[in-house]
């Protein structure tokens, strides 16, 4: 077999096992790159060197090369608070103190919604300079006892490739 099959036919088991449980993230491959395939995909649900390229379909390749945890999650409070891009599209964090976001795991034509809680204090927000926020600058605080949404998007794999919208409750 060759290195390139033995990689394909590792990448798709782990794929097909976390897809199966739901309880891994896999990588996501790099931009610009696919996985080929040539001939009549196979339906087989062995991985053999026979198996027609091994893969169930093209949109099931397409779907898993793309996946990600779908759902909402609670960020956990710390003054610098990553958001992960691969992780829950949906997250929900509660403030105890002044953040500094920065964001990790940036992939092109990704989406994060995070709805901010300031609890009972004005918090101050901080965010990285790279970050182009649109409708408004960036925010510097959120009042006590109030709420926000922050969706950052990845339009590439840099800070400077997120743009961000950010509205807080009145």
Known sequence: MSDRFDSEVRLLKKIADAVEQQTAVLP?????EEIQTTGNLSTDPEFTEESDILYPSQLAVKTYVGF???????????????????????????????????????????????????????????FPAGWIFVGAAAPASLAANKEAILTITAFGSVESDVRAAYSAQP
């Not at 996501?28 to 610009?32: A, H, I, Q, R, T």
């Not at 956990?76 to 795991?105: C, H, K, Q, W």
């Open 28 to 32: 996501v491959l790099p931009p610009g």
């Open 68 to 126: 990600r945890v779908e759902g909402h999650s609670t960020l956990a409070y710390a003054a610098t608070t990553n958001i992960d891009f691969l992780l829950e599209p949906y997250r929900t964090l509660t403030l105890a103190g002044n953040v500094t976001f920065t964001s990790s795991n940036r992939v092109a034509a990704v989406s994060v919604t995070v709805r901010i809680i300031a609890g009972g204090s004005s918090r101050n927000l901080a």
